[in-house]
């Protein structure tokens, strides 16, 4: 009896807790949705709809009335009825307002408001006119659907066999996802973070507390992503993380049409303008569109609603409150959904990362009456800011990374969590953890992170161990066929040492070449690491060897195939690695040892010809990323964003009379890459890069200027395989420098789309100057300089068979051949793929 009362008592919260509203509202004449209409509610709150003019919202309450307004329109006021009726309203426009739709006049109102705003932003901007803030967020990310629009039906496909109907198969998956969706989402992730801003710097982020379902260490590639990283009032919007032309900049107005939809109160009782933007072109691609509610009295932005309509619907709302010391808005939340859309506008995500494309399949018919559970799904992500500090006295804390993750962030208990969380954990969402973290742990998923992290570096972990890929396997002309194995240990042998090495053999010189050392750790914090080695192996005469070059997947380069001018060494080195800022990374090496080159060549020192000889060199070399992002994890630096820019710099001196040093004289060396993007796959990279040495050093130690090419016979024998920024047209050692300067010039193109048939054009020039001091030292090999600069240009065409692709060079200018034939080089091309 006592349950049965319960049951009557509580029923009708139940029915209330439940009450969803759905609807469209349309212009009377046209029949088109009307994006943004205002809806104020019978309990005083007030919903908009989206650019669809769609709504959807929930209300424990009992609403017995739904008002709506829209400028333009006369405003109508409907009755609501039962649970889930799905509402079509349709609002009759004004006679003398219909012209009001598209407003193109420079001077229209609307214009005045965003010009207002734009000029008023120094005043509203508090990255310019606060001297410093912090503030706590709490954000929740979640895919989940709504179980009440899915269908539990189970379909049963029938196929026609000899005039009966024959049962082939039974379509459960709707069913299986409701029931699932009613007992946990897909996935869940948390986040406590603090914000530390100091004008003249940008925003630092110090993630607090992580959890990911599924993950018992913090997933660092998701916290890189930018779901929605921008200031209200920056030059462009960052939109899961695609950048987006920002409509209250002056270049706004050649990218938008502006209209007033509204006036009404905001929350400090103000009257705000609601503004309406859209794209004023129309293309492939789904633009910004949304709303922006600017403050009247101060012309600054109370509230934004922006919308991208594509194959998928992408919201994103942000919620400003008022400061009454201050005077001036802040943001107080954001919520970003991601949906499936109506339409077949391209939308691209994170930066290019993941792309949706019409489908360009003309034959493809879909019924879209028919909605699918995946149609359901959504992704929201939210984020609630807290306990916001301006002007503090006492500094605030900073680091130099843009995101900070600390050591316990994914060891915080249920009572930190709560203090940030606006409602307690539910348990459908406890749920969603538990069930997630057990799928991925019986599929080892965490381990397959771990394995793609250490490719993308070209290693492949162990428990206690890396390997080295770029050890494992090459061919060159000295050793031919070199296997080797090496690598170092990780942290599960120790956080604070390491011992690293190497061994191969060559199957045509018959050598074994190998190094062992050892490092320890200085400094977590600046990643310092102080080593002492021993190497006994082989280098390339003449190229250039830059300490902080990035070799993951050397091995990979084809042009090892070809090289036959090597110098032996056998040396001690100790060096010292520091990061003196995240995109600012240095290292120190003083090596000893004995060269001797493997070709024919001496060098004639002090009346001497030495073909060995004993260098004693200590060297610094720098990576500068300056438009690079880093985040400071508990395993070490990562990248979040990569930079278009970066710089090598190296010095060497070399000592005569130093631990047994033969030689005197200084090395410069330096790379610049900047790479200029116009669309995905689509961009002009640019390469500088040259050396000077001042005094007389070895062959080895000098610029060959990477040479790719041999004039062999017959022609059909100089088909060899491209090589990574090499002359394609220079024969080996050729030319050898101890002044040289080299430009490249690659223009990528759109890739061609042909299906699966995805091949690259890639337009490439390079131009090379350089000298010689004192040819008459360097004995036993012919050779030439290049004062007179050379030059050659040609076309790539890769990715036309599994990362296979072919390349065409012409050499022109002072060293051309008289023999064109000479002067031609084909390559074959190969970019390797890691399929992600």
């Known amino acids: 009896m006592k349950l049965k009362l319960l049951f009557i008592v509580f029923f009708p919260v139940f029915i209330y807790a439940q009450q969803t509203y759905t ?20 309990d005083s709150k ?79 901007n508090l990255l310019k006119n606060i001297s410093n803030f912090s ?13 009440d629009s899915i269908s539990a039906k189970i379909d049963s496909l029938f196929k026609t066999e000899n005039n009966k109907r024959v049962l082939k198969k039974i379509d459960s998956s709707a069913f299986k996802i409701k029931a699932t969706l009613e007992k946990r989402h897909l996935f869940i992730s948390e986040k406590i973070s603090k914000f530390h801003y100091k004008k003249g710097s940008e925003i630092k982020e110090e993630i607090m507390a992580t959890r990911v379902a599924g993950f018992k260490q913090p997933l660092y590639e998701m916290l890189a992503l930018n779901f929605s990283d921008f200031n209200i009032y920056d030059n462009d919007f960052i939109i899961a993380g695609t950048k987006y032309i920002s409509p209250i900049t002056n270049n706004g107005f050649q990218e938008y049409h502006y209209k007033i939809l509204d006036t009404i109160k905001n929350s400090i009782g103000n009257e705000s303008y609601l503004i309406h933007f859209k794209p004023k072109k129309i293309g492939a691609k789904a633009g910004l569109e949304g709303v922006l509610f600017v403050d009247a009295s101060q012309f600054s932005i109370s509230k934004a609603i922006l919308e991208l309509k594509g194959l998928i619907y992408v919201k994103l709302t942000q919620d400003f409150e008022f400061d009454n010391d201050l005077k001036k808005w802040f943001e107080s939340e954001k ?11 391209n939308i691209t995500l994170f930066g290019n990362m993941i792309k949706f494309e019409a489908s360009e399949n003309k034959n493809e018919e879909k019924n879209k009456d028919q909605k699918e559970p995946s149609d359901f799904i959504y992704f929201s992500s939210k984020t609630i800011n807290s306990n916001i500090v301006f002007n503090t006295v006492k500094p605030i804390t900073s680091f130099a990374e843009k995101v900070k993750i600390s050591e316990t962030a994914h060891l915080k208990n249920e009572d930190y969590w709560n203090k940030y969380r606006i409602d307690s954990i539910s348990k459908k969402e406890l749920n969603t953890y538990q069930t997630i973290d057990s799928i ?5 998923i965490e381990h397959k992170i771990e394995v793609f992290r250490e490719l993308t570096k070209g290693f492949y972990p162990t428990k206690y161990f890396k390997i080295n890929l770029g050890n494992v396997i090459t061919v060159n002309q000295h050793e031919g066929l070199r296997l080797g194995f090496g690598g170092e240990t990780n942290h599960n042998v120790s956080n604070y040492f390491k011992l690293e090495g190497y061994i191969a053999y060559g199957t045509k010189d018959n050598n074994y070449k190998y190094q062992y050392g050892t490092s320890v750790r200085l400094n977590k914090y600046h990643n310092t690491w102080f080593g002492l080695n021993y190497t006994n192996d082989i280098k390339e005469a003449a190229s250039l060897d830059f300490m902080l070059e990035n070799t993951s997947f050397a091995l990979i380069n084809p042009r090892n195939l070809n090289i036959s001018d090597f110098y032996h060494y056998k040396s001690y080195a100790a060096n010292l690695i520091h990061d003196i800022l995240p995109n600012l990374e240095s290292k120190f090496k003083l090596s000893t040892g004995d060269y001797e080159t493997v070709f024919d060549y001496a060098f004639l020192n002090k009346s001497v010809l030495k073909t060995n000889y004993h260098l004693t060199n200590l060297s610094a070399g720098f990576l500068y990323t300056p438009f690079s992002k880093y985040m400071q994890t508990p395993i070490g630096k990562r990248k979040i964003t990569t930079g278009y820019t970066d710089f090598l710099l190296q010095a060497t001196q070399s000592f005569d009379g130093f631990l047994g040093g033969e030689f005197d004289f200084t090395k410069f060396i330096f790379r610049a890459n900047h790479r200029i993007p116009f669309k995905k796959d689509h961009y002009l990279y640019l390469m500088l890069q040259g050396g000077v040495v001042f005094g007389d050093a070895p062959m080895t130690h000098l610029f060959n200027a990477t040479p790719n090419y041999t004039l062999k016979h017959p022609w059909i024998k100089r088909v060899t395989f491209g090589g990574k920024n090499s002359f394609e047209t220079m024969q080996y050692n050729e030319f050898i420098s101890d002044r040289y ?13 042909f299906g699966k048939f995805k091949p690259q054009v890639t337009l490439i020039s390079r131009a090379a100057f350089g000298n010689l001091s004192n040819k008459e030292n360097h004995q036993l090999i012919q050779f030439n300089t290049m004062e007179k600069g050379y030059f050659e240009s040609g076309i790539e065409m890769n990715n036309l068979f599994k990362g296979f692709g072919v390349s065409a060079f012409y050499r022109y200018g002072a060293y051309h051949h008289q023999n064109i034939s000479n002067n031609i080089a084909i390559k074959v091309t190969y970019k390797l793929s890691l399929g992600f």
């Open 440 to 444: 991925t742990l019986n599929k080892n």
């Open 46 to 124: 007030i919903i908009y709809t989206n650019i669809y003019g769609k709504f959807e919202f929930q209300s424990n309450k009992n609403i017995q009335e739904l008002n709506i307004s829209y400028v333009g329109f006369y405003t109508k006021k409907i009755k609501t009825l039962n649970n889930n009726f799905y509402y079509e309203i349709f609002l009759e426009p004004k006679i003398e307002s219909l012209n009001e739709v598209v407003i193109q006049a420079s001077d229209n109102e609307a214009i005045k408001i965003i010009k207002n705003t734009i000029a008023n932003e120094p005043n509203n």
């Open 135 to 147: 503030y706590d967020t709490y954000n929740k990310t979640v895919i989940t659907a709504n179980p």
């Open 23 to 42: 609807g469209i509202i349309k212009n009377a004449k046209t029949k088109e949705p009307l994006a943004f209409a205002n809806i104020n509610t019978s």
């Open 335 to 345: 919520e970003l959904v991601i949906t499936k859309g109506s339409n077949d506008k």
């Open 741 to 753: 300067l080299m430009l490249q010039v690659h223009q990528y193109l759109r890739k061609f789309n």
